[in-house]
C-alpha cells in the first residue's frame, strides 16, 4: 500500500514545518469510526486535518474530492490519496454512507469550498449524514495558512446528531458555531 509513503515523506514532513498548535488531540476517538468536520480556509486543509489522525490512529482518512483533483487517475486518488469522487452528489453521498457503514473514517468540509466568495455557511450532509448512519461527528476548527509555523488545529468532542424536534438545518447551524468557536479559541 502506497499511502504509509505518502505519509512519511509528504504529509509529517509538511506538516512539522506548517502546523504550530493542535489542541484536544486527546479527543479523537481511537476505536470507532467517525465523520470529520471543519471549517475550509485553503486548499491544503485536508493535510493539516490529515496529520493528527495518522499520528494517533494510523489509518486512511477519505476526503471528498472534487473532478479538478482527479488528473493522476481515479485509482490513484482512490487508493493511494483515499478519495471520493465529487462527480455527482447523490453517487458521492451514498459512497460516503457506504465507507461510514464498513466503519471508515470520512472527513468532510460542510462550506464545500475554501473560496472566500463562496457562501460560507455549512450544508446540511454532515448531519444528514451522522442521522442516517449513526455515526458522531468530529469537530474541529482550522486555522490555515501557507505560512511556516502559522496553522493550528482545535479538536472538539465527538457530536452526536439525532431526529429530533430540533431540525436538520438548525443542528447543522449549532455544528457551525461549535466549529468556528473552536477555531476562535485556538489562540
Given at each position: 500500500?502506497?499511502?504509509?509513503?505518502f505519509k512519511n515523506l509528504?504529509?509529517?514532513?509538511?506538516?512539522?514545518?506548517?502546523?504550530?498548535?493542535?489542541?484536544?488531540?486527546?479527543?479523537?476517538?481511537?476505536?470507532?469510526?467517525?465523520?470529520?468536520?471543519?471549517?475550509?480556509?485553503?486548499?491544503?486543509?485536508?493535510?493539516?486535518?490529515?496529520?493528527?489522525?495518522?499520528?494517533?490512529?494510523?489509518?486512511?482518512?477519505?476526503?471528498?474530492?472534487?473532478?479538478?483533483?482527479?488528473?493522476?487517475?481515479?485509482?490513484?486518488?482512490?487508493?493511494?490519496?483515499?478519495c471520493i469522487p465529487l462527480f455527482n452528489s447523490?453517487?458521492?453521498?451514498?459512497?460516503?454512507?457506504?465507507?461510514?457503514?464498513?466503519?471508515?473514517?470520512?472527513?468532510?468540509?460542510?462550506?464545500?469550498?475554501?473560496?472566500?466568495?463562496?457562501?460560507?455557511?455549512?450544508?446540511?450532509?454532515?448531519?444528514?449524514?451522522?442521522?442516517?448512519?449513526?455515526?458522531?461527528?468530529?469537530?474541529?476548527?482550522?486555522?490555515?495558512?501557507?505560512?511556516?509555523?502559522?496553522?493550528?488545529?482545535?479538536?472538539?468532542?465527538?457530536?452526536?446528531?439525532?431526529?429530533?424536534?430540533?431540525?436538520?438545518?438548525?443542528?447543522?447551524?449549532?455544528?457551525?458555531?461549535?466549529?468556528?468557536?473552536?477555531?476562535?479559541?485556538?489562540?
Open positions: 500500500m502506497v499511502y504509509p509513503f509528504l504529509v509529517f514532513p509538511y506538516c512539522r514545518l506548517q502546523i504550530r498548535k493542535i489542541k484536544g488531540i486527546k479527543n479523537i476517538p481511537k476505536k470507532s469510526n467517525f465523520i470529520i468536520t471543519s471549517n475550509h480556509e485553503n486548499r491544503i486543509d485536508p493535510l493539516y486535518l490529515l496529520y493528527p489522525f495518522l499520528r494517533r490512529l494510523n489509518k486512511k482518512i477519505h476526503f471528498l474530492a472534487q473532478p479538478k483533483l482527479w488528473f493522476l487517475g481515479e485509482k490513484i486518488c482512490r487508493q493511494w490519496a483515499g447523490k453517487q458521492s453521498y451514498a459512497e460516503i454512507k457506504e465507507y461510514l457503514k464498513k466503519g471508515k473514517i470520512v472527513a468532510l468540509f460542510p462550506q464545500g469550498s475554501y473560496k472566500k466568495e463562496d457562501n460560507n455557511k455549512f450544508k446540511t450532509g454532515v448531519i444528514r449524514l451522522a442521522m442516517e448512519t449513526k455515526t458522531p461527528i468530529l469537530p474541529i476548527g482550522i486555522k490555515s495558512s501557507y505560512f511556516p509555523f502559522s496553522s493550528a488545529l482545535n479538536i472538539g468532542k465527538l457530536v452526536y446528531s439525532k431526529k429530533n424536534k430540533k431540525g436538520i438545518e438548525a443542528q447543522t447551524a449549532d455544528l457551525m458555531k461549535y466549529v468556528y468557536a473552536l477555531r476562535s479559541s485556538i489562540g
